[in-house]
Structure formats: structure tokens, C-alpha cells
């Protein structure tokens, strides 16, 4: 799907608002954590820290508030893919760029402090609860088979219905859903789009897996309140990821059946779902990683648990960049990321690297069938 050039407000818009949750993640992060690197309970709020915060504040600004107005100003007077395809590129390794220089810095930090401040290292401790998984701490994963029997019924009519289809169907199309290139009809071209659901569907259960098997974290300093916060994350994620990948199931379904002439959705309907979709998402994800925060750090629980005064293992050994999570003798595949809302892969395990990989390569593979099918 293509947006019209005089929509280049539409992508531009998302791209601050990923700019803006860029800026925002760092301090969502448990209390403990700065800039991918774990600090001790003692010097967590020293002035040396506190002005770290604030110097990410003021670089990250005078970065990519030039640099959102000059790409503004270029998609404005000349809008089209090259532009668009190119600023995200250019977002992405300037997050990349500027959290790992902060990673640095925050190293650098931690190991003066250490050096003149009284830490005690004889306080850290690994606190884990054997009983973590009792109990409901994640949604049941049979609620993605409403979206399955969606995907399924996609597909069942389309082929009950294939004669009724135009010899020739839409191959692109605009944000108003109205062809802007045909192709002829074929059982490939008709059900391209449910089985591009498929793998939609397919997302989002590697997702639910990673929330439900990853790696137990918690706050040696509290680690009862940890504990629940962590289990609420999950809960809500997982509840979240499934609402989620329905919507979207729900939604290719009507636009696979609107584009091969089954049914009508006008266009103003499809203009208005095509924009408000993304947005949405984008929206719900804010307020859901504001309002919680990583590992339920910002949630907000009836309980006084009283501190241990015990510290984390310093484990930043593992983490390079504070982005980058490498541990062979860890056994978790997926743990909770140091640098942003969620979970990563673990690349010191085989299976981690698969997935990795996996991520990466199947959407490739499934954008040259696609390409080969519209080809031919």
C-alpha cells in the first residue's frame, strides 16, 4: 500500500511520535537501571546521575528537533518513498548512535563513583522466586484462535468465491483503498493478503512467547513489589499484543475482500481506518509504556514492602552497548531489555540467534514471494 504524496504528514507524523518515545524510554526504565547499565541502590540519585539525565535531555533535543524540521521541510516541497524510506533510516541509527554514547557514559559514571563513593559490593545479590509462573500472570494464548478462525474464514470465501472475482484484481492501492495498479487474477494474487495475516499472526504469538518464557528479573532491594509489578507487565502486554493482532486480522480481512470486489467499503471509511490504524497503535503503546513503565516500573501498587537494602549482580558485562544482551551460560532465550519497553533475545544461546535471525530473514523471504507473485 502506497500513500498519496499530498499525505506526507501522515508518516512524518508517526516518525515524531517514535522520536518522541525515544526520548521519553530512558527514564521508564526501573529505578536501578540508567542507560542500559545497572546501578547500585546507593548512588542511583547521586547529582552526578541526576545531571547525566539531564544531559541526554538537551543533546537528544538539539538533534532531532533540527533534524525533524529539515526532514519536514524536504518531505513538504518534494514528498515521496525516498525521502520517508531515508529519515527513518536516519532515525533509527541516530537512537541507535545516541544511546549507545549514553551507555558510555553512564559506565564511565558508575565506575567513579564506585571508586570515591561507599558502596557496599558484599550487598549484591541474584533474588529469584521459584514461584514467579503460579498463578495468572499472562492471558491464555487460545485467544489468538479468534484471529486464526478470522484468517481462515478470509480464506474460505475467497476460494468459495473465486469465480465471482474480477479477472483482474488490485495489486497496490491508495490510502482511500483505489487501485492504483491491477494485475490478473490468480489464487496467489487473491489470497496474498490472508496469508500475509498468517505470518501477522504468527508475530505476535513469538511475541506472547517471549512475555510468557522470559527471564525472571527482579529487585533484590524489593523484591515482593518487583515481583508483582513484573507479573502485571506481563499480564498486560500479553493482553494488549492479543486485542492487537485481532483488530489487525479483522481489519486485512475487510480490505482483502474490498479489493477483490466482494464487498465495498467506501472510501472515505478506508481513508479514515488507513490513517487512524497507526496512530492508534502508536497512541495505545504510549500511553500503556507511560502508564507502566519497564517491568511495571511506574505502576503504582497499595503496598509499603519495606527495602533490604541489597543490590542487583552487577551483570553489565553482558550487555553490550546496554542494547545488546550476550550471556552463553544464561539458559533464558528471551530476557527484559535494558534500553527501551519490553524484551530481546538472549545471543549468547543458539536458539536466541535463531530467532534473531528468524525476525529478520522471514520477512525478507516473504517480500521477494510476494514480489515474484506480482511478477508473474
Not at 72 to 77: E, K, N, T, W
Not at 106 to 131: F, P, R
Given at each position: 500500500m502506497s500513500v498519496e504524496d499530498n499525505f506526507?504528514?501522515?508518516?512524518?507524523?508517526?516518525?515524531v511520535i517514535v522520536a518522541f518515545i525515544g526520548f521519553i524510554v530512558p527514564f521508564l526504565l526501573r529505578e536501578n537501571i540508567l542507560f542500559g547499565s545497572r546501578f547500585p541502590n546507593e548512588i542511583v540519585n547521586h547529582p552526578e546521575v541526576i545531571n547525566l539525565k539531564r544531559n541526554y535531555k538537551h543533546l537528544y533535543l538539539s538533534i532531532f528537533i533540527p533534524f525533524l524540521i529539515v526532514l519536514?521541510?524536504?518531505?513538504?516541497?518534494s514528498p515521496g518513498n525516498t525521502y520517508i524510506n531515508g529519515g527513518i533510516l536516519v532515525e533509527v541509527f541516530l537512537l541507535f548512535v545516541i544511546y549507545a554514547i549514553y551507555n558510555k557514559k553512564?559506565?564511565?559514571?558508575?565506575?567513579?563513583?564506585?571508586?570515591?563513593?561507599?558502596?557496599?559490593?558484599?550487598?549484591?545479590?541474584?533474588?529469584?522466586?521459584?514461584?514467579f509462573r503460579e498463578g495468572k500472570y499472562l492471558i491464555s494464548i487460545w485467544w489468538f484462535l479468534p484471529a486464526l478462525l478470522i484468517?481462515?474464514?478470509?480464506?474460505?470465501?475467497?476460494?468459495?468465491?473465486?469465480?465471482?472475482?474480477?479477472?483482474q484484481i488490485t495489486l497496490h492501492f491508495n490510502l482511500q483503498g483505489v487501485a492504483t495498479q491491477l494485475t490478473n487474477k490468480s489464487y496467489w494474487h487473491v489470497l496474498l493478503i490472508p496469508l500475509t495475516s498468517?505470518?501477522?499472526?504468527?508475530?505476535?504469538?513469538?511475541?506472547?512467547?517471549?512475555?510468557?518464557t522470559s527471564k525472571q528479573e527482579l529487585d533484590s532491594n524489593k523484591p515482593v513489589t518487583s515481583k508483582l509489578k513484573d507479573r502485571y507487565f506481563r499480564l498486560i502486554w500479553s493482553d494488549y499484543s492479543i486485542i492487537l493482532c485481532t483488530v489487525l486480522v479483522i481489519w486485512?480481512?475487510?480490505?482483502?475482500?474490498?479489493?477483490?470486489?466482494?464487498?465495498?467499503?467506501?472510501?472515505?471509511?478506508?481513508?479514515?481506518?488507513?490513517?487512524?490504524?497507526p496512530f492508534l497503535i502508536l497512541s495505545t503503546a504510549l500511553i500503556l509504556v507511560i502508564k507502566i513503565g519497564q517491568s511495571g516500573s511506574r505502576l503504582k501498587l497499595k503496598m509499603n514492602e519495606p527495602a533490604t537494602g541489597m543490590n542487583n549482580v552487577d551483570d553489565d558485562y553482558f550487555w553490550k552497548l546496554g542494547m545488546i544482551y550476550y550471556n552463553p551460560h544464561d539458559p533464558s532465550i528471551f530476557v527484559p531489555k535494558r534500553m527501551g519497553i519490553g524484551w530481546t533475545v538472549n545471543l549468547g544461546r543458539p536458539a536466541g540467534v535463531v530467532i534473531l535471525i528468524a525476525l529478520i530473514v522471514i520477512p525478507i523471504i516473504i517480500s521477494l514471494i510476494s514480489k515474484k507473485i506480482i511478477m508473474n
Open positions: 506526507f504528514w501522515f508518516p512524518y507524523t508517526i516518525m519536514g521541510l524536504f518531505l513538504y516541497y553512564a559506565k564511565e559514571i558508575k565506575g567513579e563513583l564506585l571508586s570515591h563513593e561507599y558502596v557496599n559490593t558484599q550487598k549484591e545479590i541474584l533474588t529469584i522466586d521459584t514461584n484468517i481462515f474464514l478470509n480464506i474460505l470465501i475467497l476460494l468459495l468465491y473465486y469465480n465471482k472475482i474480477p479477472d498468517i505470518f501477522i499472526l504468527c508475530g505476535f504469538i513469538v511475541m506472547y512467547f517471549s512475555i510468557k486485512t480481512f475487510f480490505v482483502s475482500l474490498h479489493l477483490d470486489k466482494l464487498i465495498v467499503i467506501s472510501s472515505k471509511t478506508f481513508e479514515a481506518v488507513n490513517i487512524v490504524m
